[in-house]
């Protein structure tokens, strides 16, 4: 199973924008890019997914770099609700999710 | 939609019982999957069904541990004889998979403590 990496930790203030990086350098061809982030005391919520090009939905943008050994998770306007762990996952057509460590995620009024 | 729903949301049982854990995934959905985690980790694939069939199951799913999904609905986890190492929170998620990759949509979780 191909691997990711993030930092453990970041820091952002209220109501600016949240650049969370990953890297795969291992991806394979058929990966799909897969993020979720977990509350406390919650299970894991899907956020967004992509193959090859950026992807937006109403909770967040995708950026996958041009190799695909990259990705960013963009959270337009950070709320306090957003404070969590996010997971980035590469995601085989088996859909089985392998999480890592995460990024937690700390939102400063 | 109603969401993924697990029953119970706690158990407490004394090592060497048995356990049952049930999920009832989103309806339309025909994958259903389940995972454990433990505090401070991220969560660890167990296994998966598409339909009534499990298509996979994880190294870490021992012979005390049995999933199904009789009717490609609900799915059930057992555990027998359980132990201290099983306590952890016990996830479900659902998939709607037609062709290549969708979100999975989690439940609440069944948090598991062996006394």
């Known amino acids: 199973d191909a691997k990711t990496t993030q930092p453990n930790s970041m820091e952002s203030n209220e109501e600016e924008p949240v650049h969370l990086p990953c890297n795969h350098s291992?991806?394979?061809?058929?990966?799909?890019i897969h993020w979720y982030r977990q509350l406390p005391s919650q299970g894991p919520e899907y956020v967004i997914h992509g193959l090859t090009s950026n992807v937006n939905n109403r909770m967040a943008s995708l950026a996958i770099a041009e190799d695909r050994k990259s990705s960013t998770l963009i959270l337009h306007r950070a709320t306090l609700r957003d404070a969590a762990v996010y997971y980035c996952i590469l995601a085989s057509n088996t859909g089985k999710l392998i999480f890592g460590q995460g990024t937690t995620l700390q939102v400063k009024p | 939609d109603t969401g993924v729903s697990q029953d119970p949301r706690h158990k407490i049982t004394k090592r060497g019982q048995n356990v049952t854990f049930r999920c009832d995934p989103i309806?339309?959905?025909?994958?259903l999957y389940w995972y454990r985690q433990t505090l401070g980790q991220g969560p660890e694939f167990l296994t998966y069904?598409?339909?009534?069939?499990?298509?996979?199951k994880s190294r870490l799913l021992s012979d005390r541990f049995s999933a199904e999904r009789p009717k490609g609905s609900f799915s059930t986890l057992e555990i027998q004889r359980t132990e201290q190492g099983d306590s952890a929170m016990y996830l479900c998620?659902?998939?709607?998979?037609?062709?290549?990759?969708?979100?999975?949509?989690f439940g609440p979780g069944t948090r598991l403590t062996v006394t």
């Open positions: 309806s339309e959905h025909n994958r």
């Open positions: 069904f598409q339909n009534e069939a499990q298509l996979e």
């Open positions: 291992t991806i394979s061809g058929t990966d799909y």
């Open positions: 998620a659902s998939s709607l998979w037609d062709r290549g990759s969708v979100g999975q949509y």
